[in-house]
């Protein structure tokens, strides 16, 4: 499938997204929003793919919302609040809950809709060019892709108020002194870390992974008894799967497991 707004390629059970639109620093348009979320539909069919990484290529990651294309649409109210949550839950919503993990691999600046792309995918790397930011408040508006509700719950409450209130970005070094971002590397050992720990999760049983990423996502929306029962009710669904069975037998015969993601 040809698209125009991104790259995809695979390599050793892994998807690579590139987003490309390096004239405009890949910021986000309806198209390029469009394109992302049909390769993830594809990849999602796509037994072969275990882990995605989602990058931007050396000179930026995504520098937000395309503003020309935004501010030529004008919408009532009522017609801009139903866009906007549509917009949440089929673009953003699509990247956090999508079954296979998603590391984002940042290299120069993710702002805006930018930052909050990688905010919604599971593991963050960045290059020490790498730059985050969420500046609406500076256009009079908030981040409204998830940025107040995810932001907070990665860094803490207080950092993240500092930073959207302020509109202030922070470096590579900032993001992981507060936890926004897993490791920094050199640009030019980018993606060679962010495969590192791609092909590292692919090895590990698919339904195991799968499963530890709904615990987790659907725990951080529960109090700690319903995360408890929630994360009961996943294990208890894998006792039976073929890789469990297979991961305790090869363990015991002291041999590299077999997984099928069954």
Do not use: W
């Amino acid at each position: 499938m040809n698209y125009e707004t991104i790259l995809y390629e695979k390599e050793e059970g892994i998807g690579i997204i590139t987003l490309n639109r390096p004239k405009a620093l890949n910021a986000i348009t309806f198209q390029l929003k469009e394109e992302v979320s049909s390769v993830l539909d594809v990849i999602e069919k796509d037994f072969e793919v275990k882990v995605v990484i989602l990058t931007g290529g050396t000179r930026a990651f995504c520098a937000g919302a395309d503003i020309k294309e935004r501010s030529g649409r004008t919408t009532t109210q009522p017609e801009y609040y139903f866009s906007q949550r549509k917009t949440h839950f089929d673009f953003y919503g699509k990247l956090e809950h999508f079954e296979k993990p998603i590391i984002a691999a940042v290299s120069g600046v993710a702002v805006g809709g930018g930052c909050e792309i990688t905010l919604a995918c599971d593991l963050r790397i960045a290059s020490e060019t790498a730059r985050f930011g969420t500046p609406e408040v500076k256009l009079g508006a908030i981040p409204a892709g998830g940025g107040t509700q995810r932001l907070p719950r990665i860094v803490g409450i207080t950092k993240a108020k500092e930073l959207i209130f302020t509109g202030d970005f922070v470096d590579a070094a900032e993001a992981l002194r507060i936890g926004l971002v897993n490791k920094v590397v050199p640009v030019d050992k980018l993606m060679d870390e962010a495969k590192a720990m791609a092909r590292k999760i692919a090895d590990h049983p698919p339904l195991a992974v799968r499963f530890a990423k709904r615990a987790i996502n659907a725990g951080m929306q529960m109090d700690l008894v319903s995360g408890l029962d929630y994360e009961t009710y996943c294990a208890t669904l894998l006792t039976t799967s073929e890789d469990r069975i297979e991961g305790f037998k090869a363990f015991t015969e002291k041999r590299k497991p077999v997984y099928k993601g069954r």
